[in-house]
């Protein structure tokens, strides 16, 4: 993980307009330093929310909710936050939003709601997002952290899609409850939507992104 | 679920229901911290007591305070600042009266605010409808669970520098895969107690 772009943005901060930098900024969080599969954060979700690609999504598009209002008002409040609170500041501002993602899933989809458990009200602990206000927020004009945002909760919803299409097909052989592989030649490896599997699909996840970034470490610590 | 024994949760949480091998809980500071076994047994100590005492804590909260008032839907944050503030008095409480401990379990604290083992345990408790003595059992078994879990793989992750591990596999993704086997021999408790 030793990459020598880690926030493109970090340098426009404050002074000058952030226009020219979107694009990095956006391929940053996506790719470059990808929060889950690069950064290796906010795991917990990203492991018992995938057994299905539905659940998987829901899960991406509330993390994306939480990171661009996290990150827009901690943006907005940076300069009147005194930097010894601004840890409960930031907690006080993910948790309202977290709120207001959990009453409106309750509201409109109470299915979705029970199936997601804890997982909602533990997006406050999500450390993707506490590490993004953290890291850019806190130094950058509400409109880039407000992208930002954007970008690194587009990252983790596509590593989850990624898992959760892997997890549900082989795991029952379904894509969103809807039979692919025929029952005929396709028996179902249940170990898939059961916890190892999560390990050990983000686990193959991460050493192929490894593989593609060619980020190795040429000391070759085993563990 | 009033008629299940506190005990029965006690060691379905350490091993049936491992909150990190089967609910994923604490991931984040499990991943930095399972490279040694004493970092590892320490954070676990620090985990084990702030989950037991924030669940007894959120408890009374939640039933006594949130619900007469129908307020159930602030729990989130009200928990996350239940969390927060224990932890840091827990900090000045130690580093006052056993500088010692606090030299020991200090760095680990402020680490645990943010683990997500502990307000998963608060959530759980509210989620199961668990009693008191239930909640207590939860909040103390997950502890040790997280900790059980955490210093097994630890033990693993110091033996895999002597191992020969292919190179996109090397960091956080072989660590990955070996505690998905931990998890998939923690299956094999299934059948001796369950928990819903």
Same mark, same amino acid.
């Given at each position: ?223 | ?17 491992? *909150?990190? @091998? ?5 991931? &984040?500071?499990? /991943?930095? +911290? #399972? ?71 200090? *760095?680990? @604290? ?5 683990? &997500?083992?502990? /307000?998963? +345990? #608060? ?71 369950? *928990?819903?």
């Amino acid at each position: 993980m030793a990459h020598s772009g880690p926030v493109v943005c970090a340098i426009c901060g404050g002074s000058g307009p952030c226009d020219g930098k979107g694009r990095e900024t956006l391929r940053a969080g996506v790719w470059v330093t990808n929060p889950v599969s690069v950064q290796v954060l906010g795991i917990c979700s990203a492991l018992a929310v995938t057994n299905k690609l539905e659940n998987a999504l829901v899960m991406g598009a509330a993390l994306m909710f939480v990171c661009v209002g996290t990150n827009l008002f901690v943006s907005l409040l940076r300069n009147v936050t005194p930097r010894r609170i601004r840890m409960i500041a930031e907690v006080a501002i993910i948790a309202t939003f977290v709120i207001i993602f959990d009453q409106v899933l309750r509201a409109y989809y109470l299915e979705m709601s029970k199936q997601l458990g804890p997982y909602v009200g533990l997006i406050i602990t999500n450390c993707i997002i506490m590490g993004r206000a953290e890291a850019f927020a806190l130094s950058n004009r509400p409109v880039v952290s407000m992208l930002d945002g954007l970008a690194n909760g587009l990252g983790y919803a596509v590593v989850l899609g990624i898992i959760g299409f892997v997890r549900e097909l082989m795991g029952t052989g379904a894509l969103f409850g809807h039979q692919i592989l025929a029952a005929e030649w396709y028996t179902p490896n249940q170990l898939m939507i059961l916890a190892p599997g999560a390990f050990i699909a983000l686990g193959f996840l991460i050493a192929l992104h490894n593989a593609i970034t060619g980020v190795n470490k040429p000391e070759g610590k085993g563990n | 679920m009033a008629e299940v024994s506190p005990l029965v949760i006690l060691v379905a949480a350490i091993f049936t229901n491992n *909150i990190l @091998l089967a609910n994923f809980l604490g991931m &984040c500071s499990f /991943l930095a +911290v #399972s490279k040694r076994i004493d970092t590892a047994a320490g954070l676990g100590a620090a985990v084990i007591f702030v989950t037991t005492f924030t669940t007894a804590i959120n408890y009374g909260i939640y039933h006594h305070v949130l619900v007469p008032m129908g307020l159930t839907f602030l729990s989130y944050i009200i928990f996350i600042t239940v969390i927060a503030a224990f932890v840091q008095f827990v900090e000045m409480f130690v580093e006052r009266f056993s500088p010692v401990l606090y030299h020991a379990l200090g *760095i680990f @604290l402020p680490l645990i605010t943010v683990n &997500c083992a502990i /307000l998963g +345990v #608060s959530l759980f408790m509210i989620i199961r409808n668990y009693t008191f003595m239930q909640s207590i059992a939860f909040g103390f078994g997950g502890g040790v669970g997280w900790t059980l879990a955490i210093i097994l793989i630890a033990g693993l992750r110091q033996k895999m520098r002597y191992s020969i591990v292919p190179v996109p596999f090397r960091g956080v993704a072989i660590a990955m895969v070996i505690t998905g086997v931990m998890a998939m021999t923690f299956m094999g408790f299934a059948g001796m107690v369950t *928990i819903q």
